[in-house]
């Protein structure tokens, strides 16, 4: 089941994506157990919006074995995790601002977890029926600022810049994070061709030694990690995340405009 947040008429629903681009339009949020509504709306009516509004993001560094490899890394004993302010997070077709200082921005296409309900001391072998769905996602990333950080140990402003999350563009609810292949595009050319398969770290594992340490609530987004072949994009650049089962995320690359005095 594919699940959308859309917005129709001037207001935001979640709905789900059927055949012959038709939404059946939920009453609530799939956090609370919605129901069905008797309303129908059309994909091509219709803005799709991020899966989740204002979300926490959370996010690991080197949980694919390859990418470790190109960037001359050992894989990680424990999840290498980070946060990104939940105004990084924007949705399918919205743009990815550059920023005015930017120097070295990189695109990371990566599976992304959607939490269902509240998760604390879950177990590997429960993890999963703490999982809404999974949605595509990319890690931007200022790579300047996140090594000049990583130095003190710490990882948050070269992740954290607006825009820096997109995500989208439905939260897929049938699928076994397992195994599936991840694309990422930069103007039609593929740069990124992995599988979960190379993760150092399952999203079972994940969920796991995350709620060990603290509450993961409904809405939580977790990115977990990025295949090899990682590089920068350029103002005018269009980034495409494919991920098999999922879909198709897309988002052009924009100059950073000015403030207005």
């Known amino acids: 089941m594919k699940i959308i947040r859309y917005l129709a008429d001037g207001h935001v629903y979640y709905g789900i994506a059927g055949d012959q681009g038709k939404i059946e339009r939920l009453a609530g949020s799939p956090l609370q157990n919605p129901q069905l509504s008797d309303h129908v709306d059309r994909l091509d009516s219709v803005r799709v919006l991020t899966p989740i509004e204002r979300p926490r993001v959370f996010g690991l560094g080197y949980n694919y074995r390859?990418?470790?490899?190109?960037?001359?890394?050992?894989?990680?004993t424990i999840p290498v995790l980070f946060m990104k302010p939940s105004t990084t997070v924007?949705?399918?077709?919205?743009?990815?601002?550059?920023?005015p200082d930017g120097q070295n921005i990189h695109f990371e296409g990566e599976l992304t977890v959607v939490i269902g309900?509240?998760?604390?001391?879950?177990?590997?072998?429960?993890?999963?029926?703490?999982?809404?769905?999974?949605?595509?996602?990319?890690?931007?990333?200022?790579r300047v600022l996140q090594r000049r950080e990583s130095e003190f140990g710490c990882l948050l402003a070269g992740k954290g810049y607006d825009t820096f999350a997109p995500v989208g563009?439905?939260?897929?609810?049938?699928?076994?994070?397992?195994?599936?292949?991840?694309?990422?595009?930069?103007?039609?050319?593929?740069?990124?061709?992995?599988?979960?398969?190379?993760?150092?770290?399952?999203?079972?594992?994940?969920?796991?030694?995350?709620?060990?340490?603290?509450?993961?609530l409904p809405g939580d987004l977790i990115m977990t990690g990025t295949p090899a072949g990682v590089g920068p994009i350029r103002v005018g650049d269009t980034i495409e995340v494919?991920?098999?089962g999922i879909g198709i995320l897309r988002n052009d690359v924009v100059q950073h405009a000015p403030l207005q005095s």
């Open 242 to 244: 494919e991920i098999e």
């Open 90 to 99: 924007i949705g399918p077709d919205d743009s990815i601002v550059y920023p």
């Open 169 to 216: 563009p439905v939260i897929e609810t049938a699928l076994d994070p397992s195994s599936l292949r991840i694309v990422t595009r930069v103007n039609g050319e593929v740069r990124q061709n992995g599988s979960t398969e190379d993760l150092v770290f399952s999203v079972p594992q994940i969920i796991a030694y995350l709620s060990k340490y603290m509450t993961l």
């Open 117 to 142: 309900r509240e998760a604390r001391h879950v177990s590997e072998a429960d993890a999963l029926s703490c999982v809404l769905g999974y949605t595509c996602g990319n890690d931007v990333s200022d």
């Open 66 to 76: 390859a990418h470790s490899q190109e960037v001359g890394k050992a894989s990680p």
